[in-house]
């Protein structure tokens, strides 16, 4: 199993990035994480479906987060994070891959590794394994009650979101090499297939770096999203909205 089960975004003040998602998105808070403030940060997860998005902002100075938006110029995206069955094998792989755990995390039911975006280009790469390893099943990082919050008037799934890169083919290959899955080259882009959707790697659109600037939504009501962001004075076009500097590609 290797599923996109979050993705997380970063954002100098969040309260304003959480009401764009949920007025925009018709998404809801389902959990704030208080371990998150050993960091320096506070966060927000709302699910989207089965899976989740996250926001970080930070409440201190000198927190890598802080500095990530520094680098990139401003709100944007920040982990990808997905789901394995096999994270302890996978753990054992990445020394000889000369890739380092940033951060890892072992609650009882829960391990996951953060890897180094230095280790891996693009951003901030997460693998986790669940206990259970239910697909669409608990998710700890989102707590105990998230299903209650599972809205899905707008939204109904995340799948799959875009990385840009400098060398986009040897970032492309990285995570490839690193996820165990092919990195095939389909119009202009590299491709990498996760179970419920896909890594894209691309070519720089803007001047603001390697890092996540899509995430693709399977949507139930497009016409209300794109009502609401104009509302919001948001970004829009007739497929995407661009909510924390990302741009959200409405299937």
């Not at 809801?28 to 998005?53: H, Q, S, T």
């Not at 094998?89 to 609650?107: F, G, K, Q, T």
Request: aromatic fraction near 6%; include cysteine.
């Amino acid at each position: 199993m290797l599923r996109l089960r979050q993705i997380c975004l970063v954002a100098e003040k969040l309260a304003p990035i959480v009401d764009d998602l949920s007025d925009v998105l018709g998404l809801e808070v389902c959990y704030r994480d208080p371990v998150v403030a050993k960091y320096g940060l506070e966060n927000a997860l709302l699910p989207i479906g089965r899976d989740f998005l996250e926001v970080v902002a930070p409440v201190e100075q000198n927190t890598a987060a802080g500095r990530y938006l520094e680098r990139r110029g401003g709100d944007g995206g920040y982990i990808v994070i997905l789901q394995s069955n096999d994270a302890g094998r996978r753990n054992e792989r990445y020394p000889s891959l000369n890739v380092r755990i940033a951060n890892h995390m072992d609650y009882g039911d829960f391990l996951g590794n953060q890897l180094h975006p230095k280790d891996t280009g693009g951003c901030m790469l997460e693998v986790d394994r669940q206990a259970g390893d239910v697909v669409d099943g608990d998710w700890h990082p989102a707590g105990s009650d998230w299903e209650r919050h599972v809205r899905t008037n707008r939204t109904a799934a995340m799948t799959g979101c875009t990385l840009q890169g400098q060398a986009p083919e040897a970032l492309a290959k990285r995570w490839a090499d690193i996820l165990e899955r092919p990195a095939a080259q389909e119009d202009g882009a590299y491709r990498i297939p996760l179970d419920n959707g896909d890594i894209r790697v691309v070519p720089p659109q803007d001047d603001r770096g390697d890092g996540m600037i899509e995430i693709d939504l399977k949507t139930t009501d497009k016409v209300a999203i794109l009502a609401a962001a104009k509302a919001r004075d948001l970004p829009a076009s007739g497929e995407s909205v661009t909510i924390c500097g990302v741009n959200f590609n409405l299937l």
